[in-house]
C-alpha cells in the first residue's frame, strides 16, 4: 500500500542527527510500497535541507530522488485548484500548498496513510478527500 511522504519526514530521513531520524529510517524500511511525495514536498525538504545541512547532505537527498526512493509526482491543474480548495477550507491551520498536494495525492493513490512528524498535526484535522480519517506514521502505527 502506498505511504505518502511530508516535507518533514524528507528532512528528518536525510539529518542523523534529527531527533525523528531512527523512527522514520525504520518506517521507510518496514514499507513494502510505493514512498509518494510530490515535487512542492520535495522542494520544501530540499531548501531546509541545504539550509540547514549543507551541499552534501542535499547531494545524497538528490540522490535519492533520481534513484527513485520516493516517487516524485507532480499536480495537474484540477490537482492544484482541489489543493486550493483544501487550503481555503481550513485557512486557520495555515496548511500550505505542500502539505495540501499531500492530501491530494493520497486520494490519487487511494491511500490514506501518511509519515509526518509535522506537530502541528493538520493531517489528524484535515479528512482525506476520500473520506475517512488519515492514519499517521509512525505515531498510529
Known amino acids: 500500500m502506498t505511504l505518502i511522504v511530508d516535507a518533514g519526514a524528507l528532512f528528518a530521513q536525510a539529518n542523523a542527527a534529527d531527533p525523528d531520524h531512527e523512527a522514520v529510517t525504520n518506517c521507510l524500511k518496514a514499507e513494502t510500497g510505493p514512498l509518494v511525495t510530490s515535487e512542492l514536498a520535495a522542494a520544501e525538504a ?8 549543507g ?7 538528490l540522490t535519492d530522488l533520481a534513484e527513485g526512493t520516493f516517487t516524485l509526482e507532480c499536480l495537474t491543474q484540477t490537482d492544484l485548484s482541489v489543493a486550493r480548495d483544501v487550503v481555503g477550507r481550513h ?6 500548498l505542500a502539505d495540501a498536494s499531500l492530501v491530494v495525492l493520497a486520494r490519487r493513490h487511494h491511500t490514506r496513510r501518511i509519515l509526518t512528524f509535522d506537530h502541528r498535526a493538520p493531517f489528524r484535522t484535515v ?3 476520500q473520506g475517512g480519517r488519515f492514519t499517521i506514521l509512525p505515531s498510529d502505527a
Open 46 to 53: 530540499d531548501y531546509l535541507i541545504l539550509d540547514r545541512l
Open 55 to 61: 551541499v552534501d547532505v542535499e547531494l545524497q537527498f
Open 91 to 96: 485557512r486557520s491551520l495555515r496548511l500550505g
Open 127 to 129: 479528512a482525506p478527500l
